[in-house]
T-cell receptor, first 113, second 114 residues
Framework: QQQVKQSPQSLIVQKGGISIINCAYE??????FPWYQQFPGKGPALLIA?????SEKKEGRFTISFNKSAKQFSLHIMDSQPGDSATYFC????????????FGSGTQLTVLP | DGGITQSPKYLFRKEGQNVTLSCEQN?????MYWYRQDPGQGLRLIYY???????QKGDIAEGYSVSREKKESFPLTVTSAQKNPTAFYLC?????????????FGDGTRLSIL
């Protein structure tokens, strides 16, 4: 059972545009929601993360919006650049001692020059 | 610089063969994880270990085995029982007992069938 649903599967944006990726979760016990960026042939790297007691977090051009009541969160990339072209994964961490991450299925972002 | 080293980068397996993927970290992290990544899918947890000499099955452990004899090392063996082993395998680690800390990932091993 997929506990974190991510959309869209792929996204094409013009340079300077806004990229928006959405995720929804089911388990209310999740307590930490990171976004990872992955380039081909590399491991995922943490981009930005949020806790459920915060509705928005911004770091540079990247913003997470979090809606606890709807159990949804999204990543906004402002002024998208060709170098942002990568696969983005949302994730949610359980509150148990194992600190396991459950990942969304990924979004392949292409930013056209 | 501290980090996670996975080797080899590419690996080929013959029918009926067991292969072992290496994962070494010098971050002094307690917990280590193995994930499998298939095209169009998110990362799926194979095994994880929170302390030396202890490990637990993840969501897709069948056909895989692990060991954790040293804090720095968490090798994954893909056995002949895993009928569809072609995938990108990622190792990760985290410092236990910390909140708001991300899992750090290695750069993966791509396993293919000959």
């Amino acid at each position: 059972q997929q506990q974190v649903k991510q959309s869209p599967q792929s996204l094409i944006v013009q340079k300077g545009g806004i990229s928006i990726i959405n995720c929804a979760y089911e388990n209310t016990a999740f307590d930490y929601f990171p976004w990872y960026q992955q380039f081909p042939g590399k491991g995922p790297a943490l981009l930005i993360a949020i806790r459920p007691d915060v509705s928005e977090k911004k770091e540079g051009r990247f913003t997470i919006s979090f809606n606890k009541s709807a159990k949804q969160f999204s990543l906004h990339i402002m002024d998208s650049q060709p170098g942002d072209s990568a696969t983005y994964f949302c994730a949610a961490r359980g509150s148990g001692s194992a600190r396991q991450l459950t990942f969304g299925s990924g979004t392949q972002l292409t930013v056209l020059p | 610089d501290g980090g996670i080293t996975q080797s080899p980068k590419y690996l080929f397996r013959k029918e009926g063969q067991n292969v072992t993927l290496s994962c070494e970290q010098n971050l002094n992290h307690d917990a280590m994880y193995w994930y499998r990544q298939d095209p169009g899918q998110g990362l799926r947890l194979i095994y994880y270990s929170q302390i030396v000499n202890d490990f637990q099955k993840g969501d897709i452990a069948e056909g895989y085995s692990v060991s954790r004899e040293k804090k720095e090392s968490f090798p994954l063996t893909v056995t002949s029982a895993q009928k569809n082993p072609t995938a990108f395998y990622l190792c990760a680690s985290i410092l236990s007992g910390t909140s708001n800390q991300p899992q750090h990932f290695g750069d993966g091993t791509r396993l293919s069938i000959l």
